[in-house]
């Protein structure tokens, strides 16, 4: 079955959002807010909860971030700088996969390192390993990734950014294997992969399972992210009816033939029928008269003997 496709939206003065997102590449826009982030030394602040940080920019920053489709900008008329709020997958992702951006715990404004931040980010989300992987797995693939709360899901993916097109896909994260699969509870029995298909059906949305797997790995570290493994698999509804509106030519040319290969077939049918009552009624007409004939011998025969 094919699926929908991109749906790209329309502008009020006409542009085509789409020639624009191809004009436009997630890629390049990336590798410029890398390089722009990088230059400029950029410092996030994570909060204590370790729920979200706070970036501080400057306006060319800003307009990269917002084109890349990271965070969401928070307005401060009293300071000079831009700030925009960023979920944990997003934090990390620029620090450990662009490495473009340095994270500062909010109690002691110390510069965290790699394996620190990793630890707060795990001790506080127990699934943090498999979402951020996840949200590695699409970014890297040049999708914008942003939250699925709203939808059932736990992310949604873009084409491009969220203001030229609709999210395309509804992305459920489940877990494999010994260690993880105990971390996790959804998708283990029918209804919850059926609940997950309707709802992302009714929002026109295609059902992505993206399944994290690994033979054996321990999330202490950040390197066990190279040793997961991230299986995409597409669920879809089958409708039979759209099936058969779906029909090729070639189909309904084969159809119509067996329909008069069909046809030919009872006409030949009849035929034989009727011949074969003709040849029924020609021999009855001539055992009629063979009766007769016998009948009137014998009716000669017996009279002959009475004179």
């Known amino acids: 079955m094919d699926l929908p496709g991109p749906r790209w939206k329309k502008g009020k003065d006409g542009k085509d959002f789409a020639a624009l997102a191809a004009a436009n590449p997630m890629s390049t826009i990336l590798a410029k807010l890398q390089a722009s982030l990088r230059d400029a030394q950029a410092v996030a602040v994570l909060s204590g909860d370790a729920k979200d940080a706070i970036l501080a920019v400057g306006e060319d920053q800003a307009v990269l971030l917002n084109r890349a489709a990271f965070g ?100 459920i994260v489940v877990p494999e294997g010994k260690i993880f699969g105990a971390r996790c509870g959804r998708m283990k029995v029918w209804p919850d992969l059926l609940c997950a298909l309707r709802a992302s059906g009714s929002v026109a949305k295609t059902l992505l399972i993206l399944t994290i797997s690994t033979n054996n790995c321990e999330v202490r570290s950040s390197d066990c992210l190279e040793q997961m493994i991230v299986h995409e698999r597409i669920i879809n509804r089958w409708i039979p009816q759209q099936c058969r509106e779906q029909q090729n030519k070639p189909r309904r040319e084969e159809a119509h033939t067996d329909e008069q290969r069909q046809k030919q077939c009872r006409e030949e049918a009849i035929r034989e029928e009727q011949e074969d009552t003709r040849e029924g009624v020609v021999f009855s007409y001539w055992g009629v008269i063979l009766s007769f004939t016998i009948l009137f011998l014998a009716y000669l025969s017996t009279s002959s003997n009475f004179d």
């Not at 873009?158 to 097109?165: G, K, T």
């Open 72 to 171: 969401r900008a928070v307005e401060n008329a009293a300071d000079e700088k831009l700030w925009f709020q960023l979920g944990p997958e997003e934090t990390f992702f620029l620090c450990h996969a662009l490495r473009c951006i340095t994270v500062q715990s909010e109690e002691n404004k110390q510069q965290m390192g790699e394996g620190e931040l990793w630890d707060l980010l795990t001790s506080t989300s127990e699934p943090f390993p498999e979402m951020y992987k996840a949200y590695q797995h699409l970014r890297l693939k040049n999708w914008v990734v942003k939250s699925g709360l709203q939808y059932g899901a736990d992310f949604v993916a873009y084409r491009h950014h969220p203001a030229l097109v609709h999210s395309e896909f509804a992305v």
